[in-house]
């Protein structure tokens, strides 16, 4: 027996399948529409050129507006009309997708309050990190550790910007100009 370590198998492309696969009723709420402090955030989901990305599959993961992770069975919650935490949104074939939530609260003193995104999109060999910083039209980039190391003249791509009452705005761009900055959570060595 050798002391090698494991190592993962390598991923595949996936799909496009995601609509018919993984899509659950309600899914793009995470509190109900017309709850007490709801949002929408909405958005478009491109490929390097700019087109819509019509079969991609998005998942949010968030703290509550007081910065709690929810450990909340998620349809059950749902069904009951409180805050799941998560939530998985198909995008439609124009690129667009939208959900209803709450401004997340920061998760530690030293932190913005921030979402978890995944992204799902044929063509990718393994699935997207990123986060949504949801900040006021002209606020200033929230200080945080993590924006704080990334490019400033890309750290805008993390900006959900308000564009409206209760409204927030946070397009994905997979590749080329302004790119989304993505997360590599990499296993520990």
């Known amino acids: 027996m050798t002391s090698e370590r494991l190592r993962q198998t390598p991923s595949q492309t996936v799909g496009p399948f995601f609509g018919y696969a993984l899509p659950f009723p309600g899914g793009a709420q995470l509190v109900p529409a017309g709850a007490a402090g709801a949002i929408t955030v909405h958005g478009t989901v491109t490929d390097g050129e700019g087109e819509p990305i019509p079969d991609a599959l998005l998942e949010w993961w968030q703290p509550d507006a ?29 690129g667009h997708y ?34 949504a910083y949801l900040v006021g039209a002209d ?44 997360l590599d959570y990499a296993e520990p060595v």
């Open 66 to 94: 007081a910065g709690r992770i929810s450990q909340r069975d998620g349809s059950r919650a749902r069904e009951l009309g409180r805050f799941t935490g998560f939530g998985r949104i198909t995008v439609d074939l124009g």
């Open 98 to 131: 939208e959900l209803t939530t709450l401004l997340p609260g920061a998760v530690a003193p030293s932190t913005a309050p921030w979402a978890l995104v995944t992204v799902f999109a044929r063509g990718l060999l393994h699935h997207l990190f990123t986060r």
């Open 139 to 182: 606020d200033p980039v929230p200080a945080d550790p993590l924006l704080d190391r990334i490019d400033p003249a890309r750290r805008e791509t993390l900006l959900a910007r308000a564009d409206g009452p209760s409204s927030y705005r946070f397009d994905l761009r997979l590749q080329g100009d302004r790119e989304t900055v993505f």
